[in-house]
């Protein structure tokens, strides 16, 4: 079946550190990619998303490109800022489907 | 106004009861989701209804019964409580269709099961 494994955490950086997390997935097929947040006390947002290989998607600093021949979705950001202190999911959902399946979740957590 | 908005926010019960949350999207989507993350942030599907008809039914234990009265609408009833169930219940919606459909989340029912 369809899984995604991302690092786990919790992941402390200082302000204006660089963040890298790692997201493999195993999926038939072409999946499209995504990350979500989750904010302390909040529901999940969409971070950003990528539907196919190469794609390169990008929000609010963040980026992650879907690369297709590693499986992989790695999100990056250069700078992180306090703010940035959430759970991160990476997630993927079938092209047939509506079914969105996660990651364990990485907690970041940004000293300033 | 919440795109999609569970209640109630927080729940604390006893072992055995029966207990309700309740859900609704203004987003206009066709589908909607029930998500449970344990205590470890996990995060598993449950149910899914696309125009009041269920199209995603995970292994999950028949105590639990999600109800769609409208499209707008997913409601998660659930019986004879047990400890397990203690968790953060999700409620998402969505278009139907192919390409990337995006999750609209709302913000979590904390359920405690004393």
């Known amino acids: 079946g369809d899984s995604v494994t991302q690092m786990e955490g919790p992941v402390t950086l200082s302000e204006e550190a660089f963040l890298t997390i790692n997201c493999t997935y195993t999926?038939?097929?072409?999946?499209?990619l995504f990350w979500y947040v989750q904010y302390p006390g909040e529901g999940l947002q969409l971070l950003l998303k990528?539907?196919?290989?190469?794609d390169k998607g990008s929000n609010k600093g963040f980026e992650a490109t879907y690369r297709k021949e590693t499986t992989s979705f790695h999100l990056e950001k250069g700078s992180v800022q306090v703010s940035d202190s959430a759970v991160y999911f990476c997630?993927?959902?079938?092209?047939?489907?509506?079914?969105?399946?996660f990651g364990g979740g990485t907690r970041v957590l940004v000293k300033p | 106004d919440t795109a999609v908005s569970q209640t109630p926010k927080y729940l604390v019960t006893q072992m055995g009861n029966d207990k309700s949350i309740k859900c609704e999207q203004n987003?206009?989507?066709?589908?909607m989701y029930w998500y449970k993350q344990d205590s470890k942030k996990f995060l598993k599907i449950m149910f899914s209804?696309?125009?009041?008809?269920?199209?995603i039914n995970e292994t999950v234990p028949n105590r639990f019964s999600p109800k769609s009265p409208d499209k707008a609408h997913l409601n998660l009833h659930i019986n004879s409580l047990e400890l397990g169930d203690s968790a953060v219940y999700f409620c998402?919606?969505?278009?139907?269709?192919?390409?990337?459909?995006?999750?609209?989340f709302g913000a979590g029912s904390r359920l405690t099961v004393l």
């Open positions: 998402a919606s969505s278009h139907r269709g192919p390409g990337a459909n995006v999750l609209t």
């Open positions: 999926a038939t097929g072409y999946p499209s």
């Open positions: 990528a539907t196919k290989a190469d």
């Open positions: 997630a993927l959902m079938r092209a047939a489907g509506n079914k969105l399946t």
């Open positions: 987003l206009g989507h066709d589908t």
């Open positions: 209804y696309n125009n009041k008809e269920l199209i």
